[in-house]
């Protein structure tokens, strides 16, 4: 039997056959393909739902990738080193509507942090990193509103280790704003002003009075994508904004989608268990 399924795996393209309850199939079916498969993603518009994609596959939007990565096959057979964004790295993206009118951002989800950002305008070189997208403008939204110093948003920025101080507003006589500061593990940083805006998730759900990070000083490792969507547990994170509650399904390859939803279904839980995450 040994040799069956030897052979099988030596001399066919494509082999399904039942040895014990083994089924043997190319390892083609776990490569990624030049063009993205949606075929398994189906997102519910009345839910918080939307799609998610590998940053360096055909899923995700033009030109969210760096521009200089090696292909896997060089980088297999030692002729290209593997870069911190590899083709076959853990970095997932998502495209998000922000501001009103909705202007569309694709942005790095991120697990293990909580404030969101994106780069704002006025954000040039080399305070920014070039990005897909244009940078977004909050004087052209009408539902931007920076966060002063001293209110509650701003303090519990302190309390999560985010806080930057308070810089001085563009508007005469207004009160100084809240300033917000990220350092990685990697060493990249994030400073601008914290403020809420409108938040489209999709055609169908949108947040409004997001918190978020308005980036005009970006260092490190950062290339292509417009910011980072942060899932964590603190009350900063868009889980903690929305409801408390988030699921995901990573593609199997790079060039399939998966999906990231908020929140539980509002009317059906019973199919659901719960487990406390601490920090």
Known sequence: MAFLVLLCLLLCSYCAVALGGFVVVPTSSFQPQPVCSTSRVTTEPSRASLPLAHRHGPCAPSGSGTS????????????????????????????????????????????????????????????????????????????????????????????????????NSSTAGAPSLCGYAIEYGNGAITTGVYGTETLAINAGVS??????????????????????????????????????????CLPPTSSSAGFLTLAPPANNTAGFVFTPMYR
């Open 68 to 167: 200089d990565k090696p292909s896997l096959a060089a980088r297999s057979a030692g002729t290209a080193p593997a870069p911190r964004d590899a083709v076959d790295s853990l970095e997932y993206v998502v495209t998000l509507g922000i501001g009103t009118p909705a202007v569309q951002q694709t942005v790095l989800i991120d697990t293990g942090s909580d404030l969101s950002w994106v780069q704002c305008k006025p954000c040039n070189s080399p305070q920014c990193y070039p990005q897909k997208d244009p940078l977004f403008d909050p004087t052209n939204s009408s539902s931007f509103r920076p966060i002063p110093c001293g209110t509650a948003a701003c303090k519990q920025l302190v309390v999560d280790g985010y806080d930057n101080g308070c810089t």
């Open 207 to 248: 947040l409004s009075k997001f918190g978020f990070g308005c980036g005009s000083n970006q260092h490190g490792p950062y290339d292509r994508f417009d910011g980072l969507l942060g899932l964590g547990g603190a009350p900063e994170s868009l889980v903690s904004q929305y409801g408390a509650a988030f699921s995901y």
